[in-house]
């Protein structure tokens, strides 16, 4: 796998589909603040630890949560690790599903705590209330709750949401609400909301701004947690100066250039369903996606996820992800592709998927 992002980083002609990562334009504001930054040089010396005060009140309102708090972090990666130290000890256990994020159960399971990995691959692919209230026991401290879901693309209404925050509430356990692919989804509902007294919202501009490689997030809750929590930070010589800068001219920018990167989003998803319907034996178990990425199942095809990914980056530079990464149970029936990209670059992809697929057809 490092060869394949070895290979990839190293080939600028690489379409990049495998990390949800968004290419698509946003508002030059945000380079002119990057070259701001950089003219200044502020980046020689440590900027504030606890972040940007501007950054802070933009995210809070970006959320329409003023009466809570955060952290910065740098990415919200990191966030989910600091937060893993401070509600997961030895022996506890959170609710998860598979597929999932895993980098977060690796965070878990690093401090001696149990994932349960519940298996969300069928029905409507996302936590289904009755196994989370099979798992609940004395020793579980938090649903870690991806909305909408890495890497399916599904989200949850209103109404389970709550009656998953009702749970929280009656148990006291906590919602990890990983928010990360929200402003693709529409009408997507913040567990803070619901319960504001029992939600930390994972907050990144990495997919939706377009600033995955500047490392900016947030851990968003109630005041005196994050007073708390910000004691277990490793960030406390502050967060990448230009990325905050960027995230600043970003979120300010948003209401100009958000409605344009969904309508290119939604179009991407319609080419790739396309094609995806060209090949017998492949489909989408959830469509539309309320992300930036979507699952295409090919577990009634001849071809293996691995096989797929190889051809499509080795031959074709398109580098899309095996299901391995984000499934233990299911990985081998699916890849993920993402679309947050150009549409002629998905474009290239309609045209080679089908080809490959027929080529691997054997």
């Not at 989910?80 to 399971?109: N, W």
């Not at 009656?170 to 928010?179: A, E, L, M, Q, V």
């Not at 992809?349 to 691997?360: G, H, I, T």
């Amino acid at each position: 796998m490092s060869n394949d992002f070895e290979y990839a980083h190293n080939n600028k002609n690489v379409i990049w589909m495998s990390q949800n990562t968004n290419h698509l334009p946003t508002h030059g504001a945000i380079q002119d603040a990057i070259r701001k930054s950089a003219d200044e040089r502020e980046y020689t010396k440590y900027p504030l630890a606890s972040g940007f005060p501007k950054l802070k009140e933009l995210i809070l309102e970006d959320l329409n949560l003023p009466d809570q708090d955060l952290h910065i972090t740098n990415g919200g990666t990191e966030a989910l690790y600091c937060l893993m130290r401070h509600i997961q000890p030895k022996g506890s256990e959170m609710i998860t599903s598979d597929p999932s994020y895993f980098v977060v159960h690796k965070f878990a399971k690093l401090g001696g705590a149990k994932c349960t990995d519940i298996p969300i691959y069928h029905g409507d692919y996302r936590f289904d209330i009755e196994d989370i209230k099979e798992a609940i026991n004395p020793n579980t401290k938090s649903i870690f709750l991806i909305d909408p879901i890495n890497p399916l693309g599904s989200t949850y209404p209103k109404e389970e949401k709550k009656a998953i925050c009702d749970l929280a509430e009656d148990h006291k356990f906590w919602i990890i609400d990983d928010i990360t692919y929200c402003d693709f989804a529409p009408n997507h509902v913040l567990a803070a909301d619901i319960l504001p007294e029992r939600t930390i919202t994972g907050y990144s501009v990495s997919k939706n701004c377009g600033l995955a490689g500047l490392r900016v997030g947030s851990l968003v809750g109630p005041k005196e947690f994050i007073s708390e929590v910000r004691g277990t930070m490793v960030s406390d010589l502050g967060i990448n100066v230009v990325g905050q800068r960027a995230a600043i001219a970003a979120l300010e920018t948003k209401k100009d250039w958000l409605p344009g990167m969904l309508e290119t989003a939604r179009k991407n998803q319609e080419i790739i369903k396309k094609a995806v319907d060209k090949v017998e034996g492949a489909s989408l178990p959830v469509y539309p996606s309320a992300a930036s990425m979507m699952v295409i199942d090919i577990s009634k095809h001849k071809a293996d996820p691995q096989s797929v990914q190889d051809k499509l980056l080795y031959e074709n530079d398109i580098f899309v992800r095996a299901g391995n990464y984000v499934s233990t149970r299911f990985g081998e029936k699916f890849i993920r592709v993402s679309f947050s990209i150009p549409t002629p670059e998905v474009e290239k992809f309609a045209e080679a998927f089908p080809k490959v697929m027929e080529e691997l057809n054997i």
